[in-house]
C-alpha cells in the first residue's frame, strides 16, 4: 500500500562544503492538518538505511511510514540521505562525520527557502543517524531540539567488545587511535551493508516476516567508510556533552545501548533530557508492533519543547540573514577537523 501524501523530493547543493560537486537528496512532507506546523522534523536514517526508513511502506501492510504519521498529525517532515548514502552524492575523496553534519548543515540552513516553512527544525535520528545528528549541532547549531533514537553513548551491547578496547575508548585519545586503526583496515571508499544477521536485535517475534523481508532490501544504502567507526564506543561523546537543547532519547525494549538510563547523563550541557522506553520493540523502532507510542509520544514532545524554547530563539520567520551561508559552513568544518586533527 503507498501513501496519497504529498511528497516532494529535493537536492539541496552542498558543493561549497564538501569540497566538490555534491548534493543532498531529501523528501518534504508538508503538515496536513495545520495551517503553520510548530515544526520541521528533519529525519536522519541510521547506517545502511536510506531516507525511505521514515516513511516504509510494505505491501498488504499499513501504519508503516513514520512521515504519514507526523504529517497527519499537523507536523512537515523532511527525510534526508546523508552524504554518501543512499541517492545523494558520494564524494571521491575521504570525508568524516564532520564533512557530513557540514552538509547536513547545508541543507538544513536551505530549507526554509527551499520549503517556504519558517518552522524550527528538529533533528530525530536513528541509530547511526543520531551521530550525524549530534556532529552537526555541536558543530553546527541549528536545531531547536534533538530526537536521538537507538543511539548510544556507550557502547554497543551487541558487538560484545573486548573490555580492553571500550578501555581505551574512555579517552579522546584512545577513540582517535581506534578510529585510525579501523579505517586501516577498510580500504573501500563504501561498501554493502547487509542486515540479515542484525535481525535477530533490529525486530522481535511479533513483526510480521514479511516486514522483516521487506526490511532486508527495503531502505537500504551503501555505507561510506566512516561509519566504520561507528563500532567505537563514545565516538561523538565529546560532541554529546556540547548539546545544549533539549533532548530526547529513544530505546526500545531490545536496542544498542547496555544502559539506557545511563545515557542522559553523557548530554551534560542540556537543559531537558528525555528517556523513553519503547515496550514491545527492538532496535527497529518503526516497524515494531508499538512505534505508534513512539511516534506520539516524540511529536508530543516536540510540541512541549518547542513552545518552550521561546520564539526568540528558535523562531526563524523573517531570519534567513541568520542563518550561515556555506562559505561559513566550510570554514567551520575546516577549523573544526584541524581541531580533531590536533
Not at 35 to 63: K, M, N, Q
Request: glycine content about 8%; overall charge negative; charged content about 15%.
Amino acid at each position: 500500500m503507498t501513501s496519497t501524501h504529498v511528497r516532494t523530493p529535493m537536492r539541496f547543493d552542498v558543493s561549497d562544503v564538501v569540497g566538490e560537486q555534491a548534493s543532498l537528496a531529501a523528501t518534504y512532507y508538508p503538515a496536513r492538518n495545520r495551517i503553520a506546523a510548530p515544526a520541521v522534523l528533519v529525519c536522519l536514517p541510521g547506517g545502511t538505511y536510506s531516507r525511505e526508513y521514515w516513511d516504509f511502506h510494505v505491501p498488504g501492510h499499513s501504519g508503516y511510514s513514520f512521515a504519514d504519521f507526523a504529517t497527519e498529525n499537523g507536523y512537515a517532515v523532511l527525510t534526508i540521505d546523508p552524504l554518501g548514502t543512499g541517492e545523494s552524492s558520494k564524494p571521491a575523496r575521504d570525508f568524516g562525520f564532520s564533512d557530513i553534519a557540514a552538509a547536513l548543515a547545508c541543507a538544513v540552513a536551505a530549507l526554509p527557502t527551499a520549503t517556504g516553512n519558517h518552522a524550527p527544525p528538529v533533528a530525530v535520528a536513528h541509530s547511526l543517524g543520531g551521530y550525524l545528528a549530534i556532529t552537526q549541532q555541536a558543530l553546527f547549531p541549528a536545531y531547536a531540539a534533538l530526537a536521538i533514537l537507538g543511539c548510544t553513548n556507550q557502547h554497543v551491547a551487541q558487538l560484545n567488545l573486548d573490555p580492553a578496547v571500550i578501555a581505551r575508548a574512555a579517552t579522546a585519545q584512545g577513540r582517535a587511535a581506534l578510529a585510525q586503526e579501523i579505517l586501516s583496515v577498510l580500504t573501500e571508499p563504501y561498501s554493502e551493508g547487509p542486515r540479515e544477521h542484525m535481525q535477530s536485535w533490529f525486530h522481535l517475534d511479533d513483526v510480521p516476516a514479511d516486514v522483516v523481508a521487506a526490511d532486508c532490501f527495503t531502505a537500504k544504502s551503501v555505507v561510506p567508510r566512516v561509519f566504520g567507526t561507528a563500532m567505537i564506543p563514545g565516538v561523538v561523546a565529546e560532541h554529546a556533552a556540547l548539546i545544549d537543547v533539549p533532548v530526547l532519547l529513544g530505546y526500545g525494549a531490545v536496542d544498542v545501548s547496555p544502559n539506557p538510563r545511563a545515557e542522559g547523563g553523557l548530554y551534560r550541557s542540556s537543559p531537558d533530557i528525555t528517556t523513553f522506553l519503547l515496550p514491545d520493540s527492538a532496535h527497529c523502532h518503526n516497524m515494531a508492533s508499538s512505534r505508534r507510542l513512539l511516534w506520539q509520544r516524540l511529536l508530543d514532545w516536540t510540541q512541549v519543547v518547542v513552545a518552550s524554547v521561546g520564539a526568540g530563539q528558535v523562531q526563524r520567520d523573517h531570519a534567513d540573514d541568520d542563518q550561515p551561508d556555506a562559505d561559513d559552513l566550510g570554514h567551520r568544518n575546516r577549523r573544526a577537523q584541524k581541531q580533531h586533527r590536533d
